[in-house]
């Protein structure tokens, strides 16, 4: 009987690569992931496909880009990881406190054999009291603060000690299934942390290694998505970073902890683990904060523009271990579709009904490339929309025109309320060196219109292979 692997997935939401040590970061805590990638193999060019948290997920579930056909959206009858290891005989479970794929009938525990939905994380209605917990700084420099009150401080208006936190529960959950799991047969675990995601509720042990102790100004732990000129002083912006900044520690913590019940358990001989995020977030880089733009239009309704996906935003950490592969890092490009038929190559059933395609050559040290190109974007329908196209030692940035459609579009990306989509009035097509400008400081678009050219072309052919509707693709062939 051929061996059978465990599969574990760990996504952290809105995890910066540039946070962790074991990409290069000397000045943020994060040492369990950090034991944890000195055993795995590092891949240093993952990028983000479908964008934000809730296309990412239908992504990793069904190897499928799936930004090209579906908004931020339920699930619906896509094959996925759990039902074709449920075929294999796995056991399935997911544990969850990311509250968007749960939410609102949104179902994304299709499959599973079992689920734990840690409850309370941002606009979860989870509890009534109290009526109306007090938020630490003026209400106008909040994101949505009546729903932030009525549901997140709520869930949390209890907590006494670091195990009240979401990533103390998920992660002890994990832990504890693991205990009564381990030897039961052959399994795939889903474990989903929100955080570091805001808003930043770090016990303040964590944010006092990172703050100025000498700080005197608004701390806003959950910001509007906005550009830090005229909203946030310098100071406050750099709060900002030292409230995320002990969410990762928190984080790192928690998901330590399930690093080492695998080892504990004896699993690591068998058990291949997947640890990464959806996508990062800006913390004053580029002059924003958040990873797209949150504001009320000219008639009153909350509206969202998308702001180009930038280094900080779609280029991500992945961490793998494989039983048989010795500790090392790869430079071949990897995106989230790629997890599902990279499973199913690992397990011995290939399945290529997919967009994605296996890493499994590239992770085990047979191969130095996977991908030609990575390709991040939201749901494509719409104008101002952007693509971010990373080749070579290029990042080209493609924003949707305006086509002949009039119709207003809803949008529930990145929080789940219903926003009306506006075009970034800066938007711009946009080309980066990332070699001589891995910061992305300098358009030299101007100055390379060929490649523009090509790219663009390029772009539009593999979205076209993977059957995107011509109307949503008429925006960037114009």
Request: glycine share 6%; net charge negative; proline share 6%.
């Amino acid at each position: 009987m051929a061996r059978k692997f465990n599969f574990i997935i760990i996504i952290s939401d809105s995890l910066r690569r540039d946070f962790l040590s074991c990409y290069g970061n000397k000045a943020v805590d994060t040492r369990n992931i950090k034991a944890f990638a000195d055993k795995a193999v590092v891949f240093d060019n993952a990028y983000s496909a479908s964008f934000p948290t809730v296309p990412n997920r239908r992504d990793v579930f069904t190897g499928c880009y799936t930004a090209t056909y579906t908004p931020w959206a339920p699930m619906t009858m896509e094959p996925t990881i759990q039902m074709l290891l449920g075929q294999q005989g796995y056991t399935s479970m997911m544990i969850c406190d990311e509250p968007h794929i749960l939410e609102n009938g949104y179902h994304y525990d299709k499959d599973f054999d079992g689920f734990e939905w840690i409850r309370g994380q941002e606009h979860d209605r989870w509890k009534t009291s109290p009526k109306l917990p007090a938020l630490k700084s003026d209400p106008k420099l909040y994101r949505a603060p009546e729903m932030l009150q009525k549901t997140h401080l709520r869930g949390r208006a209890r907590w006494k000690h670091e195990s009240d936190t979401f990533p103390a529960r998920t992660g002890t959950c994990a832990c504890e299934w693991l205990e009564e799991n381990f030897n039961e047969g052959p399994f795939y675990l889903y474990v989903d942390f929100f955080d570091p995601h805001e808003p930043w509720d770090a016990p303040r042990w964590y944010i006092n290694k990172y703050a100025d102790p000498n700080f005197n100004g608004q701390e806003v732990d959950y910001p509007r998505y906005s550009k830090t000129a005229g909203y946030l002083t310098d100071a406050e912006v750099k709060q900002c970073r030292a409230l995320y900044a002990g969410e990762v520690t928190l984080v790192d913590r928690w998901a330590g902890r399930i690093f080492q019940k695998v080892e504990d358990l004896g699993l690591l001989d068998d058990t291949m683990v997947i640890f990464t995020t959806d996508h990062g977030f800006l913390l004053g880089e580029h002059g924003f904060i958040g990873k797209s733009l949150t504001n009320y239009n000219r008639e009153g309704k909350y509206a969202l523009s998308y702001l180009p996906l930038f280094e900080e935003i779609n280029h991500i950490p992945l961490i793998v271990h494989h039983p048989d592969v010795k500790p090392g890092r790869r430079q071949a490009l990897v995106q989230p579709p790629d997890f599902l038929p990279t499973i199913m190559d690992v397990e011995g059933h290939p399945f290529m009904a997919v967009h994605g395609r296996s890493f499994k050559n590239a992770l085990l040290g047979k191969k130095d490339q996977h991908l030609d190109f990575a390709a991040s974007f939201p749901f494509l329908k719409g104008s101002g929309i952007p693509i971010s196209f990373i080749k070579d030692r290029w990042s080209a940035m493609f924003v949707s025109k305006a086509t002949k459609s009039t119709e207003k579009i809803t949008d529930r990306a990145v929080d789940g309320l219903d926003k009306t989509l506006e075009p970034w009035e800066e938007a711009r097509d946009m080309l980066f060196d990332l070699h001589d400008d891995p910061t992305q400081q300098r358009d030299v678009s101007a100055q390379h219109p060929d490649i523009m050219a090509t790219f663009k072309q390029e772009l539009i052919r593999f979205l076209d292979d993977l059957g995107t509707e011509a109307d949503l693709l008429d925006g960037w062939k114009v």
